[in-house]
Structures are given as structure tokens and as C-alpha cells.
């Protein structure tokens, strides 16, 4: 996970500097990045998971990934690295891509 910063949004955008799992394959490295914003707002969507604070997480509050703004931006716009999800909950970011992305 990463911070960066969205900029200004639009609509219903996630947008400014927040947290995002970077979700794009290792082999994608350059000037893009897929990702996903985190947000601390709890909404119970079943497209929404859950990600604790933690040291290893490097999250300061339980945050949520919005596997829903799946979204490719510069790598320019990662601001610092933060921290890695857990392997469950990765598990549950790639099921739901899977599901909204009918994969």
C-alpha cells in the first residue's frame, strides 16, 4: 500500500492524498499503476474490505479498500510507501475484482 494523491475529484471520485493497494501485477512496473483508494468510511457494500491498523499495515485507523474505484494512475502520484495488506484480506481485494470485473 501506498500513499498518493488523487488530486481533485470528480462526481463520486476518491480523491486527495490517501491510502491505495497498489493491485496491478509486478510486471507492470513503469510509468502506471493500477489501484485501489482506501477510505476510513464503513459502508456496507459487499465490494468494500476491511484492512486493520497495524504496524505492518502501516494504517494509523481500520480503513477499507474501494476495490470499486479501481482506477490506473501515473506512478508519479505515489507519495510514500506505506505498508502491505494480509494475505486474506488480498485474497478477498482479488475475489471481489474477480466478481465486479466479471473474470
Known amino acids: 500500500m501506498w500513499i498518493i494523491d488523487l488530486g481533485t475529484p470528480i462526481g463520486v471520485e476518491s480523491a486527495f492524498m490517501r491510502p491505495a493497494l497498489i493491485v496491478g ?4 512496473r513503469g510509468p502506471l499503476a493500477l489501484v485501489c483508494p482506501l477510505t476510513t468510511t ?21 480503513s477499507y479498500v474501494q476495490v470499486e474505484h479501481l482506477r490506473s494512475i501515473s506512478s508519479a ?16 481485494v482479488r475475489s471481489v475484482l474477480r466478481m465486479l470485473l466479471d473474470l
Not at 459502508?43 to 485507523?61: A, K, N, T
Request: glycine letters at 10%; hydrophobic letters at 30%; proline letters at 7%.
Open 25 to 28: 501485477s509486478p510486471r507492470m
Open 42 to 62: 464503513m459502508r456496507d457494500y459487499p465490494w468494500r474490505v476491511e484492512v486493520e491498523s497495524s504496524p505492518s499495515s502501516g494504517l494509523s485507523r481500520t
Open 77 to 92: 502520484r505515489g507519495v510514500a510507501r506505506l505498508g502491505r495488506i494480509d494475505v486474506a484480506g488480498w485474497h478477498r
